[in-house]
T-cell receptor, first 116, second 111 residues
Framework: SQTIHQWPATLVQPVGSPLSLECTVEGTSNPNLYWYRQAAGRGLQLLFYSVGIGQISSEVPQNLSASRPQDRQFILSSKKLLLSDSGFYLC???????????????FGSGTQLSVL | RKEVEQDPGPFNVPEGATVAFNCTYSNSASQSFFWYRQDCRKEPKLLMSVYSSGNEDGRFTAQLNRASQYISLLIRDSKLSDSATYLCVVTVSGGYNKLIFGAGTRLAVHP
């Protein structure tokens, strides 16, 4: 069976510090991978998605970047965190479906990031 | 206008009540529709897909009206454990089939 691991669960970082959140998927290959952010009381905002190693697409301009160094590894980074980067970060994956619309997403357990 | 809009609630209902959530979407080219459930500070989990013919899973019934671009979720015989935020999700066709999440409707079931 497939599993997704995301860590850490909580993180408190000072403004201006770097960030690295890691996500790995097991039990599948060639997954589509996603990073979402959820601000308090808000919906999920898609930050990045990846359809393969080294292939990253960004949905919104921001202070963050993403990388996919291996097929089942997705990393969210920042060189200098801002207060506005605080939020609940979720990694997600879905099977690559050539038909196009088998869109069920499976989420990691999330990282609550507080930038102070 | 938001791509996916939901009444944020909260909906406060007693156990055993029937409650309905609505969701509207703006993109008429939307292809797939889902309801996800999210507990506080947890990841969203798929509750059910929504099909044009409507579908039911136990106490949960989902309906889709493509003409009105409207999705609904009905929960019958509410349980305390149903308390959560319910997210409406719509897939928009494109380079990779983008999922758009609503901000969610919060449900609180009380004894």
């Amino acid at each position: 069976s497939q599993t997704i691991h995301q860590w850490p669960a909580t993180l408190v970082q000072p403004v201006g510090s770097p960030l690295s959140l890691e996500c790995t998927v097991e039990g599948t290959s060639n997954p589509n991978l996603y990073w979402y952010r959820q601000a308090a009381g808000r919906g999920l905002q898609l930050l990045f998605y990846s359809v393969g190693i080294g292939q990253i697409s960004s949905e919104v301009p921001q202070n963050l970047s993403a990388s996919r160094p291996q097929d089942r590894q997705f990393i969210l980074s920042s060189k200098k965190l801002l207060l506005s980067d605080s939020g609940f970060y979720l990694c997600a994956w879905k099977p690559r479906d050539k038909r196009g619309f088998n869109e069920k997403l499976f989420f990691g357990s999330g990282t609550q990031l507080s930038v102070l | 206008r938001k791509e996916v809009e939901q009444d944020p609630g909260p909906f406060n209902v007693p156990e055993g009540a029937t409650v309905a959530f609505n969701c509207t979407y703006s993109n008429s080219a939307s292809q797939s529709f889902f309801w996800y459930r999210q507990d506080c500070r947890k990841e969203p989990k798929l509750l059910m897909s929504v099909y044009s013919s409507g579908n039911e899973d136990g106490r949960f019934t989902a309906q889709l009206n493509r003409a009105s671009q409207y999705i609904s979720l009905l929960i019958r015989d509410s349980k305390l454990s149903d308390s959560a935020t319910y997210l409406c999700v719509v897939t928009v066709s494109g380079g990779y089939n983008k999922l758009i999440f609503g901000a969610g409707t919060r449900l609180a079931v009380h004894p």
